[in-house]
């Protein structure tokens, strides 16, 4: 089946910095990628849709100018937490779905990077 | 009304029970349904979709009741292994995403 791929698995930063998490589809060709957040015992939260190319569509609520996401190819997509602060700690997970893996909602799923800000 | 609820458990059954998660969603123009499986920090994966006529994968059925916005998964016969988190999906209206419940979590026990 596609193979979804994301690093950092975990990370630990402190606040004020920036962290890059990438997304990576590593046997397909993802022309969407998308963003979710999930807190604890709560459900995933869509943050945003990118399309190869394309700027992101951010979910409401989400702000573009912290959580900035580049879709420069077809199997990388990376999503930059700005300036990051306690309340950005959470598990960030990605997607991906393509031509090859059926239809729209045939999300494959990365494995999630742990975010814990200090 | 939140677009997907399901009643958070947890369902702490003995092997070999049959256990039945329910969920509801509110947008009525919603066209596609699913169940996820998410076991503990892991990310979610596809369980199985959901069909008006209903579907059956092995010891999953799952059943979608449109006219109650109401959709069930029915596992049988349980194991182990179907300890996680059940997460109820929707697409939305435009079929440009998908929105999770919050999930419903599992404990079988031997």
């Known amino acids: 089946g596609a193979v979804v791929s994301q690093h950092p698995s975990w990370v630990i930063c402190k606040s004020g910095t920036s962290v890059k998490i990438e997304c990576r589809s590593l046997d397909f060709q993802a022309t969407t990628m998308f963003w979710y957040r999930q807190f604890p015992k709560q459900s995933l939260m869509l943050m945003a849709t990118s399309n190869e190319g394309s700027k992101a569509t951010y979910e409401q609520g989400v702000e573009k100018d912290k959580f900035l996401i580049n879709h420069a190819s077809l199997t990388l997509s990376t999503l930059t937490v700005t300036s990051a602060h306690p309340e950005d700690s959470s598990f960030y997970i990605c997607?991906?779905?393509?031509?090859?893996?059926?239809?729209?909602?045939?999300?494959?799923f990365g494995p999630g990077t742990r975010l814990t800000v200090l | 009304r939140k677009e997907v609820e399901q009643d958070p458990g947890p369902f702490n059954v003995p092997e070999g029970a049959t256990v039945a998660f329910n969920c509801t969603y509110s947008n009525s123009a919603s066209q596609s349904f699913f169940w996820y499986r998410q076991d503990c920090r892991k990310e979610p994966k596809l369980l199985m979709s959901?069909?008006?006529s209903g579907n059956e994968d092995g010891r999953f059925t799952a059943q979608l009741n449109r006219a109650s916005q109401y959709i069930s998964l029915l596992i049988r016969d349980s194991k182990l292994s179907d300890s996680a988190t059940y997460l109820c999906?929707?697409?939305?209206?435009?079929?440009?995403?998908?929105?999770f419940g919050k999930g419903t979590t599992l404990s079988v026990s031997s």
């Open positions: 997607s991906a779905s393509g031509a090859t893996s059926g239809s729209w909602y045939e999300q494959f």
């Open positions: 999906v929707v697409g939305n209206q435009a079929g440009t995403a998908l929105i």
């Open positions: 959901v069909y008006s």
